[in-house]
């Protein structure tokens, strides 16, 4: 539907402008979703593979901790010696103006955190399993994070899209018709009124001549 405007020569270079650049911003759009979409897919098939290797890991981590648990009784007390792991930092890249997170982990070397006596070696395979479970789920969070956060802007990308493309650009396309038909009827009728006039004088021009005429043949008459 046309925008109501003043069908003029300025609304119609205006709105040709502003066509102009809807179209523009329509093509931007496309684009960035497609990155943005590519950047998704390849965030996607990591994030399977992890979470397949993060699986395997802790049927063999839950596996060991059973089997330790089976040689050495629960062993509770355990987990409370762990030391608290604060070696991860939280920083940002941006995509096409999208923020995803970046996970640094400060990886440091792997220190027994319970004693000899009580343990064996089915309790060191279970530590050393959870060890690169917890690594392999810090990978994996800021994977899913990130694709978290591009399906969120692809979306919003695909709306503001299809709002230029459905919306914006044929109402615009509309009103730019709209006004150069009502300026071309304008031109159409000033032509004609402009060729009515001209034969008015035409007509006129050729009265007076012929009354000159009969007057200059009635003044011979008359001598």
Known sequence: MAQQVFPTKGNLIATKKTLAL?????????KKRNILIREMMGLVDQAQKLRNEVDEIFDQAYAALRNANITLGMINEIA???????????????????????????????????????SNSQLDYAFMCFQRVKEISITLSEIENAAAGLSDAIVKTQRRANALKNVVIPNLESTVKFISDSLDEKDRE??????????????????????????????AVGE
């Open 190 to 219: 000033e032509f004609s009124r402009l060729k009515v006039i001209k034969a008015q004088k035409t007509a006129k021009a050729k009265r007076l001549a012929a009354a000159q005429a009969e007057a200059a043949k009635a003044e």
């Open 80 to 118: 409370e010696s762990v030391p608290l792991d604060d070696g991860i930092t939280i920083g940002y890249r941006s995509v096409m103006g999208v923020d995803i997170p970046i996970i640094k982990y400060e990886k440091k070397p792997v220190v027994l955190s319970y004693g000899l006596y009580d």
């Open 22 to 30: 809807s179209t523009m911003g329509y093509d931007l759009m496309d």
